[in-house]
């Protein structure tokens, strides 16, 4: 039987540290805000919210909601991003995507300020995950993968990771983040040849591809950490992830559950950053 990486105790060990600076900053006048930005009522986008809400106010973080019509000019949602930049009692700022297609995402991602950009959406954010710099602040997936890894003390230097999805949100952030800590990183997508024997030679595999259960035992080996980041529905409408849990879990060495796994050490990810954001507006 693998080791199960459930989230909930990373999540618990992360409230406990930003409990205690949170109290730090309330001593100097301080209250960590987020700003969520949301354009429409997409049920995803809703139900994260109620998440990123709830988990907001355990930690005692502020929450300013922001949100525009789903047919809201372009430049409604430049002048609230602009608003959030220049509210100095706001910290951080989180962005559902995807935004309208008639909007130009790529350029409202760069128009939030790098200090506020605590999902890791703007240029400069991911300029600083792929050049080692200190500029913003990585996505949250792909840093709630490298904590789940560090708290549970799987050593990562040295180590083979294996990557599937090569997407700017998660794929390449965490391979470039694993990559600083060391670990020997291979990126794989849908055309990669011979999955299979690629991702079975790994030591830690991390799955970010958003197919249902794709991924069956016939892709692992004994001993191996496997990271299961997708965030799907099967064809019942049942929540699951790109591994097929059930398959895969008797295989490996340790595994991440869906639900229960990656997505909810994301959220935790999120407050941090926002904490740390206050942090650093003292430093
Ligand atoms: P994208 O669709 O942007 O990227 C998917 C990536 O997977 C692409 O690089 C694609 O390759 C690759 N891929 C697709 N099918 C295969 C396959 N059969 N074999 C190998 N590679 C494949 O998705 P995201 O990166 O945005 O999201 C991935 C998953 O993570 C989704 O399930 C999403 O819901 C989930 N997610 C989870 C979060 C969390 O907090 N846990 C947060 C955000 C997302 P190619 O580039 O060649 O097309």
């Known amino acids: 039987m693998a080791q199960l990486l459930t989230g909930k105790e990373v999540v618990a060990a992360m409230a406990e540290d930003m409990k205690a600076r949170i109290e730090r900053l309330a001593q100097q006048g301080v209250t960590p805000m987020l700003a969520i930005v949301r354009v429409g009522e997409r049920p995803d986008d809703l139900s994260y919210e109620r998440t990123a809400v709830k988990r907001a ?57 790098a200090a506020k950009d605590v999902d890791g959406i703007s240029m400069t954010s991911l300029a600083s995950v792929f050049a080692d710099g200190h500029e913003g602040f ?17 050593p990562i230097t040295g180590k083979h990771v294996v990557v599937v999805g090569r997407s700017l949100v998660i794929g390449k952030p965490v391979a470039m983040m694993l990559l600083r800590r060391n670990a020997s990183v291979t990126i794989c997508h849908s055309r990669t040849e011979n999955l299979e024997e690629i991702t079975k030679s790994a030591d830690i595999v991390i799955c970010a591809t958003g197919r249902p ?19 799907n529905f099967d064809a019942h409408g049942s929540l699951c992830g790109d591994v097929d849990f059930d398959e ?25 950053h926002t904490v740390r954001a206050a942090e650093l507006t003292l430093a």
């Not at 949250?140 to 799987?154: F, P, Q």
């Not at 892709?219 to 191996?224: I, K, L, N, R, T």
């Open 57 to 113: 106010a355990s930690l005692g973080i502020e929450v300013k909601k922001c949100v525009l019509d789903s047919l809201a000019p372009e430049v409604a949602l430049s002048v609230s991003l602009q608003s959030i930049n220049y509210d100095t009692a706001v910290h951080g700022c989180l962005m559902f995507r995807p935004l309208p297609t008639y909007m130009d995402e790529k350029a409202m991602c760069n128009e939030l300020a």
């Open 138 to 154: 990585p996505p949250c997936t792909a840093e709630a993968c490298v904590t789940m890894l560090d708290h549970y003390g799987i």
């Open 213 to 231: 259960r794709a991924f069956g035992a016939r892709y692992f080996s004994p001993g191996q950490t496997v990271l299961d980041v997708g965030i």
């Open 248 to 272: 895969v879990e008797p295989v490996v060495g340790a595994i991440t559950p869906v639900p229960g796994g990656i997505g909810s050490v994301t959220t935790s990810t999120t407050m941090e």
